[in-house]
């Protein structure tokens, strides 16, 4: 009996000491994420001249790399690089990226959030911070070492001064067209299920970190509770919704894919007129248990219609 008894205390004894070890790794890939969100960004004790950092990212950035910039437009990492390095920076001008938090990892792959800010150049030689995004960013581990994967920034203020175009990507294939064909459908049934206010798919198709980066309620992480309770009372009018097009696998990381698609959220406004607004996605699936799942995704607003 007194052994029984000693085999339970061990085992109690051991659940806290199990759990502070699992909240520390939780926390030091998150310090190690964070240092590499700074890298990938030149900032902090990463910064640099604009034309290191540009050739720095080009190494840095995993093959795959792709990006949802704010306004909408989607670029790979070729396209990434080629843009960055004809640019005509103004120093001081930058990427400052603050409040990082991990959210969720899958594997070598990891999610997490951060706030970028931004400066903006004024004719009277003043660099303002005019601009922050709500950032999701992915990373993926190769060969032991985390690197940057693909992101979305989600505008809480917008720039004020920007010409976008809202294209990209335009080289980017299909790594997956039969993958490709099967998460498209799975994006189209997610739509249908939110504007019937159905509950049951978000149940049993999103992850259980899944959480969400919404263009129009962007100072917000929405978790998978807090979005189920939301579609529960929604009630669209004929016509209202949140519509999908545009879907494009963009890489896949053993059972983690990356795709983006065109969401388009159409809203009665005072006068009973939809009013339609585009934003571009970055989605992340997972493959759990042999089902694909939604573990994470991001709706940037676009700036000009395509």
Not at 25 to 39: F, I, Y
Not at 73 to 83: D, P, Q, W, Y
Request: aromatic share 10%; with cysteine; charged share 25%.
């Amino acid at each position: 009996m007194k052994r029984v008894f000693l085999w339970i205390a061990a085992i109690v004894l051991a659940v806290p000491a199990v759990g502070a070890a699992q909240e520390a790794k939780w926390t030091n890939l998150e310090n190690t994420l964070w240092d590499v969100d700074q890298q990938w960004l030149c900032d902090g004790p990463y910064q640099k001249p604009y034309a290191e950092c540009v050739k720095f990212r080009s190494q840095y950035w995993v093959d795959g790399f792709f990006e949802v910039q704010s306004g909408g437009t989607l670029r790979n990492k070729e396209e990434m690089v080629a843009t960055q390095a004809a640019a005509n920076p103004v120093t001081g001008v930058r990427p400052f990226p603050a409040d990082f938090r991990l959210v969720a990892v899958y594997g070598d792959v990891a999610l997490g959030t951060d706030h970028t800010d931004f400066k903006t150049a004024r004719p009277d030689g003043t660099i303002p911070f005019t601009s922050d995004s709500h950032c999701l960013r992915v990373f993926v581990r190769q060969s032991g070492v985390w690197r940057p994967a693909a992101a979305a920034l989600v505008p809480v203020i917008p720039p004020s001064e920007a010409n976008f175009k809202t294209s990209g990507a335009v080289s980017t294939k299909s790594p997956d067209e039969k993958l490709e064909k099967e998460l498209a459908e799975m994006d189209q049934k997610w739509m249908e299920a939110i504007r019937a206010g159905k509950t049951d798919y978000q149940k049993q198709n999103y992850a259980d970190k899944w959480f969400e980066i919404l263009g129009w309620l962007p100072t917000v992480v929405l978790t998978k509770p807090a979005a189920i309770e939301r579609v529960a009372h929604l009630n669209f009018k004929p016509g209202e919704g949140i519509f999908v097009d545009q879907f494009r696998l963009m890489s896949v990381y053993g059972d983690v894919a990356l795709a983006t698609d065109r969401r388009i959220r159409k809203i009665a406004d005072a006068n009973g007129k939809i009013v339609s607004t585009p934003h571009r996605g970055l989605l992340v699936f997972v493959k759990e248990n042999g089902q694909w799942k939604i573990a994470a995704d991001a709706a940037v607003p676009m700036m000009a219609a395509e």
